[in-house]
């Protein structure tokens, strides 16, 4: 159903959404192959991808002990599949951050890809904190998980802001609305979009139900609930609602983990860590992202006669008073969009008759308080 109901939504948009480069298709075959040699040789055509999966293969995420110099043992180290899926995930941010130049600025692209980056750490940690079998693709499926929210405002533009107005005015998750608007979700729609692109099965299912992992098929489902956490602990770091989400984490996860609630404290805080290393490898500029436990002992430091209830609630209302704030400048921005469609003409961008008629009324009042002449001149 939602599959009908996405290419009805395509099919009348002019906008031609981007296939997967040359690049990233040349990957895809080669890792059916697993030839390490030609995989090597195919990255190094592109300088900045090959310093990048070298960055990462040192990184303290995957690094094991000595130090890594060559492609081909980084490639090793961290196998084809998340190769493919982190070398297509680079291209497409860098694809799609390419567009920013013209956005409108309340659809910010580094901020969406620092917190898609965040949520891949946070994707990885948890699976290393289940003690699970290592599932690499769950890096990749966390960062390309809110594709579909580019997608979107590809798609349509300013309309789809409303999305995120309507949250912050309604409370209600992004995707409900989305559903009510659209008739499916940002991550339908990613899910769509990567299945048609060719990403492995697993990938793009973890992805369709990450808000709903519950109702995901059983096997499917406990990678969309590390989706759905990674989320969550991405929000701490860049949502407007930091402190419920890290209430939240703190009361879910424990139990899903089977650690206490230290041990949950602790991955929070080296999600920020370790997320700050990978910022470079996506091209994101440099930022102190500090740990939601450096944020708190900020806060205790300047009230330390305060318990850590209200050093909760000072951080609560500093957000609140930020989101307002981004609030009041999207309302400023859409009441000159308002006040500009008043008085002139949409087609050939002329001031209207409304206009001539104000500004008459504004001239004659003028010319009448201060006794000096006034004169029209028409022009046909």
Known sequence: MSRSKIEDFLKDRKIVLPSPPALALRLLELVQKEDYRKLAETLRLDPALAARVLALANSPLYRRSE???????AISLLGTDLIKNIALSFILSREFRSRDQTADPAFNFDRFWKKAVTQAVAARLL????????????????????????????LLGEEYLEVFDEREVSQRPVEEIEEELYGFSHAVLGAYMLEDWGLPTH????????????????????????LFYADLIS???????????????????PPFLEVSEERVQELVDNVARESREIFNFFDLPSENLPS????????????????????????????????AEELAQRLKRANQRLRELSIK????????????????????????????SLALLLLD
Not at 137 to 144: E, I, P, V, W
Not at 345 to 369: I, K, M, P
Request: hydrophobic share 35%; with cysteine.
């Open 292 to 323: 939601y436990s450096e944020i708190l002992q900020r806060s205790k430091e300047e009230l330390e006669k305060l318990s850590i209830s209200y050093v909760l609630l000072l951080r609560q209302l500093e957000e609140e008073k930020r989101r």
């Open 67 to 73: 130090e890594i110099s060559s492609l081909e043992k």
């Open 203 to 226: 990938i793009v299912q973890d992805i369709r139900y990450h808000h709903q992992w519950s109702k995901a098929p059983k096997d499917y489902r406990l990678h969309a609930r590390f």
């Open 127 to 154: 699976n290393l904190a289940l003690d699970g079998p290592a599932d690499d693709h769950l890096f990749s499926s966390a960062l390309l998980m809110d594709l579909g929210m580019v997608i979107f405002y590809l």
């Open 345 to 372: 003409d949409g087609l050939t961008g002329l001031f209207n008759h409304r206009y001539f008629q104000e500004r008459l009324q504004a001239e004659f009042q003028r010319a009448r308080r201060y006794r000096h």
């Open 235 to 253: 929000q701490i770091y860049f949502g407007y609602h930091s402190t419920a989400c890290y209430q939240q984490v703190l009361q879910e996860l």
